[in-house]
C-alpha cells in the first residue's frame, strides 16, 4: 500500500469524529467568526474562483463559500468528502489530489489549504502546481503549524512519516519556504492570534496541544 493510500484510508477513519469535534455547538459560532476573518483578510474581495485542497470535512471550503467565493473543495479521503458533502450544500466537494490537481491551467484566482502543507507526500511539487492554476496575481493562502516536532505519532506508520517533507518541522519558516523557492512573492507569515485564543478556551482535539497556528500567503 502507498503512503498516501494509508493517508487516506486514516483520513476516511478519522473523518466521522473529525466532523463531529469541528461541529460541537459550544464553539461553532466563535470557530466561524475568528475562521471568517482569516479568510477574508488573507484572499482579495469576493467573488473568486477558489480551490480548497485538501478539504477534509469542508470547514474551509464552507466558510469561503459563505465569503461570496466560488469555492471546490478536493480530498483523497472519501470519508472525509461525505462528512463535507452532508454538512455543507455551497461547495463543490471532489474527490482530488492536492499534490496533483486535475483543474486547468490558469482557471483559479485562489488555492487554500488549513492543516494539510505538513500531510503532503511532496509539498514542493503541490505548490508549483497550485502555481499552474491560478491566474497572474493569483493567491496562495495555506494555514498551518509545527504539529509534531518531537517525532512520529502513532496515527501514521514510520513508514509514512518518512515520505512527508514537513510532518517533522519545527519552524513553520519550513512551510513558508516551500511557497518561496516556488517561486511566489510577497511570501508572508502571520501568527493566528485570535485562534490560539479561543484553542486556550475551548480547549483544543483530543492527542493535540495548543499551538500557535500560522498563515502563510503568498501571490503568483
Ligand atoms: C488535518 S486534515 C485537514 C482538513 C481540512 N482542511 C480542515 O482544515 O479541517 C488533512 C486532510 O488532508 C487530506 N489529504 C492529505 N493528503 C492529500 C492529498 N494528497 N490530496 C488531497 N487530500 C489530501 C486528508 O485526507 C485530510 O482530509
Known amino acids: ?13 478519522r473523518a466521522p469524529s473529525y466532523a463531529e469535534y469541528q461541529l460541537q455547538p459550544d464553539r461553532l459560532g466563535d470557530d466561524i467568526e475568528a475562521w471568517s476573518n482569516v479568510w477574508a483578510g488573507a484572499l482579495p474581495a469576493a467573488p473568486l474562483d477558489v480551490l ?8 474551509v471550503a464552507s466558510i469561503l463559500a459563505g465569503l461570496g467565493h466560488r469555492v471546490t473543495g478536493i480530498d483523497l479521503a472519501p470519508g472525509m468528502l461525505e462528512q463535507a458533502r452532508s454538512s455543507y450544500g455551497n461547495v463543490d466537494f471532489r ?4 499534490v496533483e490537481p486535475a483543474f486547468a491551467d490558469g482557471s483559479l484566482e ?21 502555481i499552474r ?6 493567491t496562495i493562502a495555506v494555514v498551518d503549524s509545527t504539529w509534531f516536532p518531537d517525532g512520529l505519532q502513532p496515527f501514521y506508520d514510520a513508514s509514512v512519516w518518512e515520505a512527508l517533507p514537513l510532518a517533522q518541522a519545527t519552524d513553520i519558516n519550513q512551510t513558508a519556504v516551500v511557497l518561496s523557492r516556488a517561486g511566489l512573492a510577497d511570501v508572508t507569515v502571520t501568527p493566528l492570534t485570535a485562534i490560539h485564543a479561543l484553542d486556550e478556551k475551548y480547549g483544543v482535539a483530543p492527542g493535540h496541544e495548543v499551538q500557535m497556528q500560522y498563515l502563510i500567503t503568498g501571490r503568483a
Not at 480548497?52 to 470547514?59: E, F, L
Open 1 to 13: 500500500m502507498t503512503a498516501q493510500n494509508q493517508i487516506n484510508d486514516y483520513w476516511t477513519g
Open 95 to 98: 474527490l482530488g489530489d492536492a
Open 133 to 138: 492554476l491560478l491566474r497572474p496575481g493569483g
Open 52 to 59: 480548497d485542497v485538501g478539504t477534509g470535512s469542508g470547514q
Open 110 to 130: 485562489a488555492v487554500t489549504g488549513r492543516y494539510v502543507m505538513w500531510t503532503l507526500r511532496d509539498p514542493d511539487l503541490a505548490v508549483k502546481n497550485w
